[in-house]
């Protein structure tokens, strides 16, 4: 397809640009469905970084050194796909497909679906948020491995920078330092709902240079040249990242141009005629160019030729160790480590879940290549700090230890860049404060990226601090994320257990939910039998009366009222949970030989019954909470509840008579 | 108490401000938790708002035209009870009982549990953006009611001013020009993990000044008198919200201050001592002098003396309809408003939730006092736009469209102000998207607001956006929020059952979440029935083979299964669940009536099978979806995951055959 003896100089770029308008307007028009307005406006810009600056190999686009780019707009998708299709990723098939049911060009991006796609956007600001994270990995590469060194590029509208998240992301990026990510704002003055005058005037220069960015403005968003003069300048920047605010006109060329109108519906037969026939096209839906293709194409060969071959000979040409190390972020296979895992259980047999997390990590982390993380400046509730990693910044950027700042949103769509980078990163906020990030779990879900999230503060156990930091329903809502692994250890032993079954897997985002509490080191429980999920940690050879199931650090209550009941005759059998999910995954056999039906069954955990009910049919023995909590002490806030060891007695004993 | 014979001007005020020092930290000690440093630090800031600006009834907390003040920073909970302690709304006991079970002095503010609290604040950004919320509403009231003008307050901290939310929510109080609402910003470069430097740098004045903000900065935050000449000149802004940095010092007077290690953790004995010597006093755990009691509200009752008492006499000097209207706002009582409210069945017996509950709102909220409201820039898909009821500005308002942006969490936050204002609001946004504002429907359902959110675009039948935008696990995690109702009507005839269900209830949030898709208005479903939660659509007289249950869409395509199985000669019935919470609250003889035991069950939802396991105790009776939704025309993405009329009549027969 490619022909070396194209004159780079004659081409008329405009035309490729038109041409790539064209394929998107009739992808949208093709699927009936799909966002006009930015594909219009913004083929210069995507044009432009294509075109001129973004490094990449157009035979695979998995090459590890390429330069990251994120549509943010994930409404762009057609605009996309359509670059995606002249870099030589797609076919016109493809294009055709656009919006259809299994297609490789689904309505929003999709890392994994679409070659030359790097991340999955739609949700608005979570794009450029994660850009963060695939700058901060970018940056901590480059200093381990002299054979890193690309860019970071975004391309986001008006939505994202309207999200909390985007702000966010920028401070933080600002803070850091993040030169090599380079933001294209499309910004045309025009959101869904109209224009933009009536909700949203920030000052977006002034804010992004209070925040630490370099800013850059294209008065003229029709015109490529100007739009890639602005992305050499800020290629330059040594310090700061760069806003590079493109003023477009959304929807340019149709008759809707400059209205919320053009957004996000097809154009009309005769609009789309109209805005060929001003290209000098005819009206012939998915008609390319041969020559534009190749035009383009040639243009790319003569910038990035060889790049990815030079880049796996220099790697080919580092230390042993180097490479196999680097060789984690290249190849997802690569990536279970957990052999430089070493823990000593503590001699004074006592030990908060969260300390028990903070010994496994800091083992584990300083000795893992690609293991990276941080706190949303809750380092010290949450015990994530790795002592001997450093702290990452501009000047140390082999610093493992990410200051997220009261930033919990952010912070959770950098740990997926920084996954999508190859990383295994984690994250770190106190359980109840994991809604803040919800929308950003669900990202990671959704990419199946391997994050890890350390949860504390795991229930009303809190005490204190009272029902806003006393989480409830936030477990059920990680269990019911698909893919997302969730567990709730009940003291160090399972805490390793936990550990161990998520290192176990190189997919699936998972959380670890942990009390704030010293409590015993169990001799019932056992790390080995986390991953199966549950497992009997109390058992009676006796006919039994019954079963009680139960997780984290209710688990002790539930293990002393039982032990209490034996004493009085009672025969029951104490379940440990630690994850449900995995346990309902086990076989039939496995399942029955632990919970064996016609036993009644008791479950007891001090958060949302909706998680157990799978399991325990009647509401009745449903020892769990459905409502807020309380501020006190909190073994006073657990018997306000019903869950000390005395109620929990009481009520097992009743329910089992 | 209150002696009119002291001096004003002889008061010597920094022993009052040293007095709730004082107060603040014995209570910490007391309680062994809490945050020393904002109490040392903030203290005259607090006391500069209460003694010399803040406009309240030191006999009536609940004085309506109040200035309100949210505590952004709600760990300075101690601060804020000190504070009360002296403007008489709490007693030493209450101090005593700080952070104790049971109390009326929780960890942090809780509105509706300590007299003169007007916000629950926790959650770091929630109480700015709250507070963004009451400014719209005094807004709004003032234009309405001359007898309306105060000011809106907030203290917040870095940790506040890091998280997205308050970003969005400054940027849009800027657009509004919301002059009234006065922020005092305790700046103090310290967060809990130390200093901000390493993670926080923004440029805060130049950051609000970007937003459409006045700034004022006050660089010695131990000066009651430079706070106070910063407020006044707050006050006389009359375009821009105002942001008053205070540069403070963390733990002022404690060996600790200016560090991390006094933010969060109560101080040593050793430490208390040595503080209360600087002050000049002996370390006696919550000695007050009464003369300092007395000397500070002398000075409210000045400055406030009769304000409430004039308030009312104006209201009752207003007119009839005016008073009445008002009253709802100052009552909650009296605000049950369905009355106005008229829906006629649209003709061609189609027509898709969405514009069902479009023509409800607008038949209700044009007429309603106390209803007001906005879509997070999605007017256009929700359908939330009220026609007649212009849009609110500063310009304008009594508009009661709000204009939110792309800026869910902010969204959901300033539906908490409105309503703790005492309005009715609703907001809107597609279901999926939802998370963004998870933190703040959480404080919605712990404050018990009655706020109505319109989700729209309610399952995987959005179709070709993709996974990215079909809600899959939002039902669920709505339904899991203790409090909050959650309607998913099937037609027309169950969102006006829905929205009347909601109506006649005046506390607790609901959401009412609707298909985008047009959809045929049933025979068998009624209006009447939804507020049961679930009722029978179809029946059969003959001894059932199975009963299908379902919500929403999926209805529909039950119903179609059902009735071409009926002719095949088996009989079933079904029940449409527009609420499954209310079903389960009803009384055991109803739900017998309509599931009774020993008829096979099965469960028809294109979301999160969880919610459905305490009504079907078989996981293989689940006709639900727990994975991702894709992109494609919505009937394949139904049919891809097994709920066309098709499959599902095979699956239906298969498993009550």
Same mark, same amino acid.
């Given at each position: 397809?490619?022909?070396?003896?194209?004159?780079?100089?004659?081409?008329?770029?405009?035309?490729?640009?038109?041409?790539?308008?064209?394929?998107?307007?009739?992808?949208?028009?093709?699927?009936?469905?799909?966002?006009?307005?930015?594909?219009?406006?913004?083929?210069?810009?995507?044009?432009?970084?294509?075109?001129?600056?973004?490094?990449?190999?157009?035979?695979?686009?998995?090459?590890?050194?390429?330069?990251?780019?994120?549509?943010?707009?994930?409404?762009?998708?057609?605009?996309?796909?359509?670059?995606?299709?002249?870099?030589?990723?797609?076919?016109?098939?493809?294009?055709?497909?656009?919006?259809?049911?299994?297609?490789?060009?689904?309505?929003?991006?999709?890392?994994?679906?679409?070659?030359?796609?790097?991340?999955?956007?739609?949700?608005?600001?979570?794009?450029?948020?994660?850009?963060?994270?695939?700058?901060?990995?970018?940056?901590?590469?480059?200093?381990?491995?002299?054979?890193?060194?690309?860019?970071?590029?975004?391309?986001?509208?008006?939505?994202?920078?309207?999200?909390?998240?985007?702000?966010?992301?920028?401070?933080?990026?600002?803070?850091?330092?993040?030169?090599?990510?380079?933001?294209?704002?499309?910004?045309?003055?025009?959101?869904?709902?109209?224009?933009?005058?009536?909700?949203?005037?920030?000052?977006?220069?002034?804010?992004?240079?209070?925040?630490?960015?370099?800013?850059?403005?294209?008065?003229?968003?029709?015109?490529?040249?100007?739009?890639?003069?602005?992305?050499?300048?800020?290629?330059?920047?040594?310090?700061?990242?760069?806003?590079?605010?493109?003023?477009?006109?959304?929807?340019?060329?149709?008759?809707?141009?400059?209205?919320?109108?053009?957004?996000?519906?097809?154009?009309?037969?005769?609009?789309?005629?109209?805005?060929?026939?001003?290209?000098?096209?005819?009206?012939?839906?998915?008609?390319?160019?041969?020559?534009?293709?190749?035009?383009?194409?040639?243009?790319?060969?003569?910038?990035?030729?060889?790049?990815?071959?030079?880049?796996?000979?220099?790697?080919?040409?580092?230390?042993?160790?180097?490479?196999?190390?680097?060789?984690?972020?290249?190849?997802?296979?690569?990536?279970?480590?957990?052999?430089?895992?070493?823990?000593?259980?503590?001699?004074?047999?006592?030990?908060?879940?969260?300390?028990?997390?903070?010994?496994?990590?800091?083992?584990?982390?300083?000795?893992?290549?690609?293991?990276?993380?941080?706190?949303?400046?809750?380092?010290?509730?949450?015990?994530?700090?790795?002592?001997?990693?450093?702290?990452?910044?501009?000047?140390?950027?082999?610093?493992?230890?990410?200051?997220?700042?009261?930033?919990?949103?952010?912070?959770?769509?950098?740990?997926?860049?920084?996954?999508?980078?190859?990383?295994?990163?984690?994250?770190?906020?106190?359980?109840?404060?994991?809604?803040?990030?919800?929308?950003?779990?669900?990202?990671?879900?959704?990419?199946?990226?391997?994050?890890?999230?350390?949860?504390?503060?795991?229930?009303?156990?809190?005490?204190?601090?009272?029902?806003?930091?006393?989480?409830?329903?936030?477990?059920?809502?990680?269990?019911?994320?698909?893919?997302?692994?969730?567990?709730?250890?009940?003291?160090?032993?399972?805490?390793?257990?936990?550990?161990?079954?998520?290192?176990?897997?190189?997919?699936?985002?998972?959380?670890?939910?942990?009390?704030?509490?010293? =409590?015993?080191? #169990? !001799?019932?429980?056992? %790390? +080995?039998?986390?991953? @199966?999920?549950? $497992?009997?940690?109390?058992?009676?050879?006796?006919?039994?009366?019954?079963?009680?199931?139960?997780?984290?650090?209710?688990?002790?209550?539930?293990?002393?009222?039982?032990?209490?009941?034996?004493?009085?005759?009672?025969?029951?059998?104490?379940?440990?949970?630690?994850?449900?999910?995995?346990?309902?995954?086990?076989?039939?056999?496995?399942?029955?030989?632990?919970?064996?039906?016609?036993?009644?069954?008791?479950?007891?955990?001090?958060?949302?019954?909706?998680?157990?009910?799978?399991?325990?049919?009647?509401?009745?023995? =449903?020892?769990? #909470? !459905?409502?807020?909590? %309380? +501020?006190?002490?909190? @073994?006073?806030? $657990?018997?306000?509840?019903?869950?000390?060891?005395?109620?929990?007695?009481?009520?097992?004993?009743?329910?089992?008579?």
């Amino acid at each position: 397809m490619i022909n070396q003896v194209i004159d780079l100089k004659s081409i008329d770029q405009n035309k490729i640009i038109d041409q790539i308008r064209c394929l998107g307007i009739d992808m949208i028009h093709e699927a009936n469905s799909g966002h006009p307005g930015i594909v219009l406006g913004a083929a210069p810009i995507l044009y432009a970084l294509y075109a001129h600056h973004l490094k990449y190999d157009i035979d695979d686009p998995n090459y590890y050194n390429r330069d990251r780019f994120v549509m943010s707009a994930g409404h762009g998708s057609a605009l996309l796909y359509a670059m995606l299709y002249m870099v030589g990723y797609l076919s016109i098939e493809d294009l055709k497909k656009f919006r259809k049911i299994d297609s490789i060009t689904p309505g929003h991006p999709e890392v994994g679906v679409t070659p030359g796609v790097d991340c999955t956007t739609g949700p608005l600001g979570q794009g450029f948020a994660t850009a963060v994270g695939m700058a901060i990995g970018e940056a901590n590469l480059r200093k381990r491995f002299n054979v890193i060194d690309h860019y970071t590029y975004v391309l986001c509208g008006d939505g994202d920078l309207m999200e909390g998240i985007s702000y966010e992301a920028a401070s933080l990026a600002g803070t850091l330092k993040l030169n090599r990510l380079i933001v294209l704002y499309d910004s045309n003055n025009i959101c869904l709902d109209g224009s933009t005058k009536q909700t949203f005037n920030d000052n977006i220069g002034m804010r992004f240079i209070s925040q630490g960015w370099n800013v850059i403005s294209v008065e003229d968003g029709n015109s490529y040249e100007m739009i890639s003069k602005a992305i050499t300048e800020a290629k330059a920047s040594l310090e700061k990242p760069t806003l590079i605010e493109v003023k477009s006109t959304i929807g340019k060329y149709s008759k809707l141009e400059g209205t919320n109108k053009v957004h996000g519906s097809p154009l009309d037969d005769e609009d789309i005629t109209t805005i060929k026939e001003k290209m000098g096209l005819r009206d012939i839906p998915f008609q390319v160019s041969q020559q534009l293709c190749e035009e383009f194409q040639a243009l790319i060969v003569d910038r990035c030729k060889n790049l990815n071959q030079k880049f796996l000979e220099a790697v080919s040409k580092m230390s042993a160790v180097d490479k196999l190390d680097l060789e984690y972020f290249m190849n997802k296979e690569k990536r279970i480590d957990f052999k430089n895992y070493v823990y000593e259980s503590p001699e004074d047999k006592i030990e908060s879940p969260r300390d028990t997390s903070k010994k496994v990590l800091n083992s584990v982390v300083a000795n893992s290549p690609y293991m990276m993380g941080g706190a949303a400046d809750t380092f010290g509730p949450n015990k994530t700090y790795i002592e001997e990693a450093g702290d990452f910044s501009k000047e140390n950027p082999l610093g493992k230890n990410i200051f997220y700042g009261v930033r919990e949103h952010a912070m959770g769509a950098i740990t997926n860049g920084l996954s999508l980078m190859g990383y295994r990163p984690y994250c770190s906020t106190f359980l109840s404060f994991s809604d803040y990030l919800r929308p950003a779990l669900r990202m990671a879900s959704l990419m199946r990226l391997p994050n890890i999230y350390v949860f504390t503060h795991d229930s009303i156990s809190v005490g204190e601090d009272g029902p806003t930091h006393q989480p409830v329903e936030q477990m059920l809502g990680l269990r019911s994320l698909p893919h997302f692994d969730v567990f709730r250890p009940a003291d160090a032993n399972e805490v390793i257990g936990s550990y161990k079954s998520i290192f176990a897997k190189t997919e699936d985002p998972a959380a670890i939910c942990l009390s704030r509490n010293k =409590l015993p080191i #169990l !001799d019932c429980t056992k %790390a +080995s039998e986390v991953e @199966k999920g549950g $497992y009997i940690v109390l058992d009676n050879k006796n006919k039994l009366d019954g079963i009680v199931l139960s997780s984290g650090e209710e688990l002790h209550m539930v293990l002393e009222a039982v032990n209490h009941l034996k004493t009085l005759g009672m025969n029951i059998r104490v379940v440990s949970m630690p994850n449900i999910k995995r346990f309902l995954a086990q076989d039939d056999e496995y399942k029955e030989s632990i919970l064996p039906v016609g036993v009644k069954k008791i479950a007891v955990e001090a958060a949302s019954s909706m998680s157990w009910n799978s399991l325990i049919y009647n509401d009745k023995y =449903l020892i769990t #909470l !459905d409502t807020f909590g %309380a +501020s006190g002490n909190y @073994k006073d806030v $657990y018997q306000k509840y019903g869950f000390d060891v005395e109620s929990l007695e009481r009520k097992i004993d009743e329910l089992l008579k």
